[in-house]
């Protein structure tokens, strides 16, 4: 589309169509490149549609890239107000999963729709971006095993993680994982 061979993009999408059922992260590949190819009017809808089937958190990367295409059709549309909260939502993504080069595009577009981004510090209390991923993940109450399939690391890898996260947090419980969190959110770090 963005080289202006749309009629080469259109029939891709189309012979993909018949893949989508096979499995569900090429359902959300392929609901995005629908969108990418329909016509203005009918994208938005169906980018959100694509972002409303189950578990597409699960794939963050993809899941942050389709965000990144709707608040960029969004805020090509003259909507920055519907376009900055997925711009944000993909950059922190981005941010979480250490895609800097994406990041950085999304962040672009957020400038570009009003906002002023600030540079962010490139570790929390020196936390690499999977360690922050997975501390957020389980202050937010899932188990090892739930986070390890969520980011396709084993639990064992996992519990490594949280026992590396602990003494940079200061803290000993992962009850407090939150309140550290917190505290890290209010010192700029997203």
Known sequence: ?????????????????????????????????????APEEEAVPLFKAALALPRTERW??????????????????????????????????????????????????????????????????????????VARLAASGLSNKEIGERLFLSSRTVSAHLYRIFPKLGITSRAALRDALEGLAGNGVN
């Open 60 to 133: 963050p990367f993809d899941h942050a890239r389709v965000r990144l295409a709707l608040g960029e059709l969004q805020r090509r549309r003259l909507q920055p107000g519907e376009a900055r909260p997925e711009l944000r939502r993909a950059a922190d993504l981005f941010a979480s999963i250490g895609a800097t080069a994406w990041q950085q595009r999304a962040e672009q577009e957020l400038r570009a729709s009003g906002v002023a981004v600030a540079q962010r510090p490139n570790a929390a209390h020196g936390l690499t971006a999977q360690q922050l991923e």
């Open 1 to 37: 589309m963005r080289t202006g061979r749309t009629a080469e993009a259109r029939a891709h999408a189309a012979a993909a169509a018949g893949l989508a059922e096979r499995a569900p992260r090429l359902r959300l590949h392929v609901m995005a490149a629908q969108a990418l190819v």
